[in-house]
């Protein structure tokens, strides 16, 4: 068991108002409130999910700059205007893109929390009681020493954690419309240490986690030590899931070649993937089964080989019609783009998204609303044949930015954290379309 030291803080909500939206079809109010939290470049990530909320208040995971010069993870939960924060991992790795934390709550309300990975075993830690951060007890796999030494991270074997799997980087938690916990994560496969590092097998996981015996189980008809995606040569990266209204879970991925083989200088691939039973089964979005590991050759690529950046969005609409979307990298000369599944088409072509959103969710109106740094939202009624733009902060400068998809599944309205570039404040914003 880990005991942590509270902290709580006394705080008021920012700004709250009725913002008059001359490009939306009807008014909206903004909310937003600071975390009291110290957090620079080694908070930010584009593959983690550190927002979540669970009975009206609001949790936050993210990694502290302390003054000392070291890093910590923090949770922080939004309970009444306060803020009670308390230290999960006192010693974080400066690792920006890769140690960042995700968080989320099962149904019985413990809080689960992934942090400080890369390449690493497993590390996680569950509250002691639910909605609770006064103790934590720690489920992951011990390291053989300090963090920032390479030689302890490097655990071989197949993983003793609770959740299955070894060598964990880019985890993402996501819960369907029942509450049901899920992670995906990159993992590798080979596991000896003799293996050198870009021939392990680097492969996607995805586990389920069931709230009656407190376990974790990969997804899949049968109880399996195979990873979700994998295939010699290839990298699965960063996984990303969501759910729909159906509770449809949607999961897109991007294969790269492996770095071993000049892969970073390889253009790769993105594809998808739909479950219609809480992860027994997948299919490809033409309704065609698919087998576990999911290969590269079997898999559904929803667009011409590009060079893309490893971080995709995936969500559904109401009748379960996937939208993924993409980030090209050079020598690519496409833009952000949304690609949409239709029914008598199959997938789009690339569909621009106003100034580079690099996120976007499905509103109760079946609208896609997306985020670009500035901060804007942007909201498409015609699966972005033409978007409607609205600016929040733009004179704050860039920012990164998470949505709370627990949240948006829940209310139709969009909650996400958002961290600036410029002044390294984090905040909650809380945008309500129906202006209540």
């Keep these: 068991m880990v005991k942590t030291n509270i902290y709580i803080y ?23 409130v600071e975390v009291p939290a110290k957090v620079g470049r080694s908070n930010i990530g584009l593959f983690n999910s550190p927002i979540f909320t669970f009975n009206d208040d609001v949790y936050v995971a993210y990694v502290s700059d302390n003054d000392d010069g070291t890093h910590s993870t923090f949770v922080a939960k939004y309970e009444d205007n306060n803020w009670i924060k308390a230290i999960v991992e006192p010693l974080t790795m400066n690792n920006q893109y890769h140690a960042q934390a995700s968080i989320a709550l099962d149904v019985h309300g413990y809080i689960h929390v992934t942090y400080n990975m890369h390449s690493s075993p497993w590390q996680y830690s569950v509250s002691k009681k639910p909605e609770d951060l006064s103790a934590w007890v720690f489920k992951g796999q011990s390291l053989n020493g300090p963090h920032n030494v390479k030689k302890s991270a490097v655990v ?35 596991l000896s240490q003799r293996i050198k590092y870009g021939d392990r097998q680097w492969s996607l996981g995805i586990s389920k986690y069931d709230v009656n015996t407190m376990t974790w189980n990969r997804v899949g008809a049968k109880d399996t030590t195979l990873p979700f995606v994998s295939e010699p040569g290839y990298r699965p990266q960063v996984g990303h899931m969501s759910f729909d209204k159906l509770n449809r879970l949607h999961v897109s991925w991007n294969w790269y070649v492996e770095y071993s083989l000049n892969g970073s200088k390889k253009p790769n691939v993105i594809s998808y993937a739909y479950s219609d039973d809480g992860g027994k089964s997948f299919l490809d979005a033409y309704g065609e089964p698919l087998s576990l590991p999911i290969s590269r050759a079997g898999s559904d690529k929803i667009i011409d080989e590009d060079f893309y950046l490893s971080y995709t969005k995936v969500a559904g609409t109401s009748t379960g019609l996937p939208i993924v979307s993409i980030m090209p990298k050079p020598p690519s000369k496409k833009n952000r783009s949304l690609i949409i599944f239709h029914n008598e088409t199959g997938w789009s072509k690339n569909i621009s998204l106003p100034y580079g959103a690099t996120d976007f969710y499905i509103d109760n109106d079946d609208s896609i609303i997306a985020i670009s740094s500035g901060l804007r939202i942007h909201k498409s009624s015609d699966y972005g044949k033409t978007w409607e733009t609205s600016e929040l902060d733009v004179v704050q400068g860039p920012y990164i930015y998470w949505i709370d998809r627990a949240y948006t599944l829940k209310t139709g309205n969009l909650r996400f954290l958002a961290q600036g570039k410029k002044n390294n404040k984090l905040i909650v914003y809380t945008i309500d379309f129906n202006g209540s």
């Design 156 to 190: 071989t074997g197949k993983g003793t954690a609770s959740i299955p799997g070894n060598r964990i980087s880019y985890h993402y938690m996501a819960t369907d419309i029942y509450g049901n916990l899920f992670i995906s994560y990159r993992e590798a496969l080979k």
């Design 10 to 32: 006394l705080t008021t909500i920012i700004m709250s108002s009725v913002i008059p939206c001359f490009s939306f079809a009807s008014s909206f109010t903004v909310s937003k």
